[in-house]
């Protein structure tokens, strides 16, 4: 090979050697597609700043749980409540799994959620509010007023989910309660009655610094005088005159730090012109603690006037 043969071939390799190093000494497998996201979670319940800011949440809970019941969406009425939830109405007590239903059988129809009140009572959101709904049951009309409702929430696993709820929408005349739907635990139902029981007896004997004690800040409370705080329940229990307390068919279950007692309650009441028959009438009462340092979160009685 003569020198000017050489050269040239030099040359032609000098050429093509930066496009050689330039390119990746293996071919290289594409970057895989990043994977579809499924839906973004629901961000995880907190509590609000203010008390504006609870009853917004209040009011967002329970117009979201009425939408769930008019859409017939019983999977995500079932799901906003604890599994040991407990509801009270005209006809009496339910767990979720007895209560589901009776609010099918409602038939409920343009909720109009109005005047929602709500307080934090440590790690429980207790709200009151009015609520107009056409509702019906056994071809029985229920009062298309806006009646009170009562209901007590926590955050379980993220989620606010409901520990309680009360309606005292009724026909008229209110009949006689059912006993209730579901067995419950003996001693929790025995512990319950015998709190329940300190607290009525206290108000029948006007024991008012034993009652007053048992009573939490921000309780709140829903009677046939509609909604009422804490201090309504001290001025009541100063001026009613109340018949002996009986207590039937007591219910109580545990969510969290809560006890939910329930059961069917005869005590007459006399308060200014108003009078209460002494006819039994579900009634609901949620005590947050334990022992003698157990308070009263919320109460909701069904009794109305004669």
């Known amino acids: ?46 509590w609000p700043a203010d008390e504006a800011g609870l009853n917004a949440l209040a009011a967002k809970l329970i117009n979201g749980w009425f939408q769930q019941i008019t859409d017939k969406d019983m999977k995500g009425v079932m799901a906003a409540m604890q599994p040991t939830f407990q509801v009270i109405t005209f006809e009496g007590v ?13 038939g409920t129809k343009s909720p109009k959620v109005s005047d929602v009140i709500a307080t934090r009572v440590g790690d429980a959101l207790v709200a009151t509010c009015l609520v107009k709904a056409d509702q019906e049951m056994d071809g029985k009309k229920l009062s298309s007023d806006a009646m009170p409702r009562l209901g007590v929430w926590q955050i379980v696993d993220g989620a606010w989910k409901m520990a309680a709820w009360a309606s005292l929408n009724s026909p008229s005349p209110r009949p006689a309660p059912n006993a209730p739907a579901f067995a419950g635990d003996a001693a929790l139902n025995t512990q319950g009655a015998a709190m329940l029981t300190k607290l009525l007896m206290a ?7 034993t009652f007053d004690a048992m009573l939490a800040t921000g309780m709140q409370v829903v009677n046939f005088k509609g909604q009422k705080v804490r201090d ?22 545990k969510c969290g730090d809560l006890l939910v007692v329930t059961c069917n309650l005869t005590m007459g009441q006399k308060v200014g012109w108003a009078t209460l028959p ?21 109460l909701a009685n069904t009794n109305k006037e004669k």
């Open 232 to 253: 309504d329940m001290i001025k009541g229990a100063k001026m009613a005159t109340t018949e002996l307390p009986v207590i039937a068919d007591a219910r109580a279950t």
């Open 278 to 298: 002494a006819n039994p009438a579900p009634f609901l009462a949620v005590f947050q603690g334990s022992g003698d340092a157990a308070k009263v979160i919320a």
């Open 203 to 209: 108000q029948h004997k006007k024991d008012l610094p």
């Open 1 to 46: 090979m003569n020198t000017t043969r050489i050269c040239k071939l030099f040359f032609a390799a000098a050429l093509l050697l930066p496009n050689m190093m330039s390119a990746p000494l293996f071919a290289q497998a594409s970057a895989p597609a990043a994977p579809v996201s499924a839906a973004a979670a629901a961000p995880a319940a907190s």
């Open 94 to 106: 339910f767990d979720p799994a007895t209560s589901m239903s009776h609010i099918s059988n409602l």
